[in-house]
């Protein structure tokens, strides 16, 4: 299988991406790259290799929740940068328009 211009522009749509024309040939390259080399993993003999579930054989050891030392509004904020004696003050990263 081959990627061609067609395709790029459809996984760019679908990625919301814009692809400048100086890019296209450079992407389209190293797309057909990427599915030659996963061409080349098909062709390994894998029918005698057991399915990976977990990457180690360590179970999770989880913790019990603790309450720990607590500290004060006053203390949580000293280092703040900015703050209105209660809150964090921050960027406005939303704009509702």
Do not use: C, W
């Not at 050891?61 to 309450?67: K, N, Q, S």
């Not at 949580?76 to 990263?93: C, E, I, R, S, W």
């Amino acid at each position: 299988m081959n990627i061609d211009n067609e395709t790029i522009t459809k996984i760019a749509n679908l990625a919301r991406l814009e692809v400048a024309d100086a890019e296209r040939e450079s992407l389209l390259k190293d797309m057909n790259n990427i599915l030659h080399f996963m061409e080349k993993l098909n062709e390994v003999d894998t029918s005698n290799v057991k399915p990976l579930i977990y990457l180690t054989d360590e179970i999770n050891v989880l913790r019990e929740d603790e309450v720990k030392k607590e500290i004060s509004v006053d203390e949580a904020l000293q280092n703040a940068p900015l703050h209105d004696g209660t809150y964090f003050k921050v960027a406005k990263v939303i704009d509702k328009g």
